[in-house]
Every structure is written in structure tokens, then in C-alpha cells.
């Protein structure tokens, strides 16, 4: 089981930009398709980005599609989540996720690991 961690949420207003990391340990993200998901207050997790094994395809929420970039490194077993432009609507926990393949973590299929979330605070 891989086992992960994310890293780089905080505070910003809205317009800025920020990265999230996600570091992997146990095993490699080479092996996973991965992805984010955030959750709101008060909602559900949902799905914001997914990136292949490769690296080779990605999948976006339609409210992130051209803010957020999703990419991986799988040489430093990182994966990141490049955000620019936030609004306040982008204030969640933010999740890193380890998935069979990026098609079925954007259609909400099964999860084989999930880090504990870095918060994403937008004020306006």
C-alpha cells in the first residue's frame, strides 16, 4: 500500500497561486494512476484532477479546467497539483489519491490509498 502525503495548502487571496505536493512512501507512484479531490465545507469529496501512470493523460473538473494543472515526477515519487488563479469556491481540503487508472479515479471508482488532506483557505 502506498501511503501519502500532501503538503503545501495555506492561506491566499483570491487570484494567487499556489502548489501542492503530494509525497508518496511505501511504494512508488510510478505504479498508480493518481489524483486530487477536494472537499468543500459542508460537501462531499469531489473530483478535481487525475494524471496516468505515464504521465501521458489528465483529466480535469470542469470548474479547475485551465487554473489547475495537475503533474507527476516519478523520479522524486511526487505528484503536484499547480493552482493559479483561485477563487474563494476553491477553498476545500484538498486529497491526494492513488487509483488503478485516471479514467476511473475522474468517474469515482475505487481508491487504493488516500493521504490526510492539505486545507486551501481563498479569501476574497
Known amino acids: 500500500q502506498v501511503h501519502l502525503v500532501e503538503s503545501g495548502g495555506g492561506l491566499v487571496q483570491t487570484g494567487d497561486s499556489l502548489r501542492l505536493s503530494c509525497a508518496a512512501s511505501?511504494?512508488?507512484?510510478?505504479?498508480?494512476?493518481m489524483g486530487w479531490f477536494g472537499q468543500a465545507p459542508g460537501k462531499a469529496r469531489a473530483f478535481v484532477a487525475a494524471i496516468s501512470r505515464s504521465g501521458a493523460t489528465t483529466y480535469y473538473a470542469d470548474s479547475v479546467k485551465g487554473r489547475f494543472t495537475i503533474s507527476r515526477d516519478n523520479a522524486e515519487n511526487t505528484v503536484y497539483l499547480h493552482v493559479t488563479s483561485v477563487k474563494p469556491d476553491d477553498t476545500a481540503v484538498y486529497y491526494c489519491?492513488?487509483?488503478?487508472?485516471?479514467?476511473?479515479?475522474?468517474?469515482?471508482?475505487?481508491?487504493?490509498?488516500w493521504g490526510q488532506g492539505t486545507q486551501v483557505s481563498v479569501s476574497s
Open positions: 489519491a492513488a487509483g488503478s487508472s485516471s479514467s476511473d479515479l475522474k468517474h469515482g471508482g475505487r481508491v487504493d490509498s
Open positions: 511505501g511504494r512508488t507512484v510510478s505504479s498508480y494512476a
